[in-house]
């Protein structure tokens, strides 16, 4: 994200995001459903954050390269340092998707339907999921930090409903990484 606009603790300005798409293969639950095309994506942000500790934040994106639809976002999220080398970072965020997008991720089409015997699905815009996620920072100099990322994510409404999920997934969804972050 870049600061067009930045006064008193509100930010706003263009963002830019990366959708990492799916894959068929790489889960037997997406047999017959074919792959979704990871892609850039752009969009507008506005956040107010009155301290480096804590932000609310709003963001708006769309693919670039492909159909896919609009996701909109809205969270905020606050950090507690415990030392000067470990903070602990709390996100809480959702989101809503329009018709486009939900059908590229949940619907289910009717080529799909015969290819992976569940039944057609065509979901219209709504909210898409609520996140929740706890970051670990670990800082290892000025510009070096090592973080550990849990999650879980609660799909609703559409994305819930979809026969991909009721049949072969799960509403809620936990995840956890490990990530090396240089900041310049």
């Known amino acids: 994200s870049y600061n067009v606009i930045h006064w008193s603790g509100f930010n706003l300005g263009p963002v830019l995001d990366w959708s990492d798409g799916r894959r068929e293969?790489?889960?037997?639950?997406?047999s017959g459903f074919g792959n979704v095309e990871p892609a850039p994506q752009a969009g507008v942000f506005a956040e107010y954050a009155p301290s480096d500790l804590w932000r609310l934040y709003v963001r708006g994106k769309r693919s670039l390269l492909h159909r896919s639809g609009i996701v909109a976002e809205t969270g905020g999220e606050f950090d507690v340092p415990a030392t000067?080398?470990?903070?602990?970072?709390?996100?809480l965020s959702g989101s809503w998707a329009d018709r486009r997008q939900l059908q590229d991720f949940y619907g289910v089409s009717a080529a799909q339907s015969v290819a992976s015997g569940l039944p057609a699905y065509r979901p219209h815009g709504s909210a898409q999921?609520?996140?929740?996620?706890?970051?670990?920072?670990?800082?290892?100099d000025d510009h070096?930090?090592?973080n550990g990322v849990f999650s879980y994510r609660r799909l609703l409404a559409e994305a819930a409903a979809s026969p991909l999920v009721r049949q072969r997934g799960e509403r809620g969804q936990f995840g956890y990484g490990v990530v090396l972050v240089y900041h310049f």
Do not use: G, I, Q, Y
């Open 144 to 146: 070096l930090a090592l």
């Open 129 to 140: 999921d609520l996140v929740a996620e706890e970051t670990v920072v670990l800082l290892l």
């Open 84 to 91: 000067k080398w470990l903070v602990f970072n709390t996100k």
């Open 25 to 30: 293969r790489a889960s037997s639950r997406l």
